[in-house]
């Protein structure tokens, strides 16, 4: 079990940066591979960015390829999005999620979910 709590979100303009936040409960927070995903009124669920356990691996969405970036801090029980270059299009609510079991590849099977944090880009 794992509770994610985030905060970070809010509005910019184009081309402006924000960095999200996400603080994990508990002490296994190393045993988790971690991602941001993040939904748009009327659009499905997508993801975004993902982290591997080790943080040795990352993936990202091709349209946010280049302009964000995932990293964590064990230590801290923390992952983070920073997010460059931002477009009207990245407005969406943005999810912070875990995952618990062995997978290849990094963008699917999350089993735990942060309450999400509002990103709004102003054109």
């Known amino acids: 079990q794992v509770q994610l709590v985030e905060s970070g979100g809010g509005l910019v303009q184009t081309g402006g940066s924000l960095r999200l936040s996400c603080a994990a409960s508990?002490?296994?927070?190393?045993?988790?591979?971690m991602g941001w995903f993040r939904q748009a009124p009327g659009k499905e669920r997508e993801f975004v960015a993902a982290?591997?356990?080790?943080?040795?691996?990352?993936d990202y969405a091709d349209s946010v390829k280049g302009r964000f970036t995932i990293s964590r801090d064990n230590a801290k029980n923390t992952v983070y999005l920073q997010m460059n270059s931002l477009k009207p299009e990245d407005t969406a609510v943005y999810y912070c999620?875990?995952?618990?079991?062995?997978?290849?590849?990094?963008?699917?099977?999350?089993?735990?979910w942060g309450q999400g944090t509002q990103v709004t880009v102003s054109s």
């Open positions: 999620a875990a995952r618990s079991g062995n997978y290849h590849g990094l963008k699917y099977g999350y089993d735990y």
């Open positions: 508990g002490r296994t927070f190393s045993r988790y591979d």
């Open positions: 982290i591997s356990r080790s943080a040795l691996s990352t």
